[in-house]
């Protein structure tokens, strides 16, 4: 079976990884693997192929950045082209963002059966991009790998079919895992002079934090409210930094003692949060990397797409308050903080489960 993997954006990688993996070692499929070029920069791509071990993309379409209509009506014009020549049986798709959708229209389109894993997750807030992304994905895909019950369950109010709903756990955990021997290698405590316990991460990209100055500036007071009690290391997404610098507050945030870095490979990411006192985003993934590893994560954001990270899990989602993320960190920095626990089937085995429903289909 000739089966194409899309991958486009940074979380997209840390995804396709176990499954480009477990697909060729299955020895049943021809893999071909198609880089939209969402994400160019060396920091934002190929230091993930590299740490990952993902092997070179047989076809990059090299669409780079752009508004969302023009970005996605790009990808499916060039990947149209790629299905027509290449002729596959299927498509995989993984996660939320606007390669993932475009991908899996053109696909639909041509009548190439689509897998979409990360399926069913919702925040039913379709003001974020990804949102509109997963609903239109799984609309169109007739196998949905599920991480997590919440998944099944929204897919069935959509009038998903059960026999297409498969829950096989979560690939991400599946390169966590992967990666366990490497992180002892990483020197990014000492690179940057930190030490277990005496830090916190902050990672924020999402539209409606950073785009608006106001929000941002709200972001920013909590930051500084942070450091005054931990030390913060923020690697700022290339999003976030050109807003940074249109409002010119990176030296408010240096003279604060907050730590500024490039965005990290996915080695040095998950060695510094594994080690840290909390962490502060309002990413998607890390609301589940953090989970596994057993580390507070406080998520900006009024809800999330992920809601066993919060209900067993060690996530919290807190409004942009900075009185209240203050308590947040106090409570954690006290020893009260919830313990959480790992999600049943996030066990690094995902990908083989994948492999396996795609191989007996
Ligand atoms: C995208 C995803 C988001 C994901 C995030 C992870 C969508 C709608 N959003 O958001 O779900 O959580 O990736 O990072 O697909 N840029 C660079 N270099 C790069 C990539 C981007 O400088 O390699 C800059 C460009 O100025 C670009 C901006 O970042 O305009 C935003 O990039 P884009 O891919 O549109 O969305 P992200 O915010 O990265």
Redesign the pocket.
């Known amino acids: 079976m000739k089966i194409i993997n899309v991958v486009g954006?940074?979380?997209n990688f840390v995804k396709i990884a176990p499954i480009q993996r477990a697909l060729t070692a299955s020895g049943k499929f021809d893999v071909r693997l198609v880089h939209t070029g969402?994400?160019?920069?060396a920091a934002?791509?190929d230091v993930f192929f590299k740490d990952l071990g993902i092997p070179s993309p047989d076809v990059s379409l090299d669409v780079g950045?752009g508004s969302h209509a023009k970005?996605t009506a790009e990808i499916m014009t060039r990947f149209e082209e790629i299905l027509i020549r290449e002729k596959p049986d299927r498509v995989l798709v993984v996660g939320?963002?606007?390669s993932t959708l475009a991908c899996s229209v053109a696909a639909a389109k041509l009548n190439v059966p689509v897998a979409h894993v990360e399926a069913g997750l919702r925040s039913y807030d379709r003001t974020m991009?990804?949102e509109i992304?997963r609903m239109v994905t799984d609309t169109l895909s007739d196998r949905l790998f599920t991480t997590e019950p919440s998944g099944r369950a929204n897919l069935l109010k959509e009038g998903k079919p059960d026999s297409q709903i498969f829950f096989t756990g979560n690939v991400m955990i599946d390169s966590l895992v992967y990666a366990k021997p490497a992180l002892e290698r990483s020197t990014v405590l000492s690179t940057l002079g930190l030490a277990k316990d005496e830090y916190a991460v902050v990672t924020l990209?999402r539209p409606n934090n950073v785009d608006q100055e106001a929000d941002l500036k709200r972001m920013l007071g909590i930051l500084k409210t942070v450091a005054r009690s931990l030390r913060v290391v923020f690697p700022v997404?290339?999003?976030t930094r050109?807003n940074l610098e249109r409002i010119g507050a990176m030296s408010d945030l240096t003279s604060a003692g907050v730590i500024i870095t490039e965005p990290l490979g996915y080695i040095d990411f998950i060695r510094l949060i594994r080690s840290a006192k909390a962490v502060l985003t309002d990413?998607?993934g890390i609301q589940e990397e953090t989970t596994f590893l057993g580390i507070p994560c406080l998520t900006l954001r009024t809800h999330t797409e992920r809601p066993i990270t919060v209900t067993e899990g060690t996530n919290t989602l807190l409004p942009t308050d900075s009185a209240v993320v203050e308590a947040a960190v106090r409570s954690i920095l006290d020893g009260k903080y919830k313990k959480g626990r790992i999600p049943d089937l996030w066990d690094g085995q995902a990908a083989k489960r994948i492999v396996k429903v795609l191989t007996d289909a």
């Not at 969402?38 to 920069?41: E, K, L, S, V």
């Open positions: 954006a940074r979380p969402q994400h160019y920069d934002m791509s950045s970005q939320d963002v606007n991009p990804e992304n990209h997404h290339p999003r050109k990413s998607g």
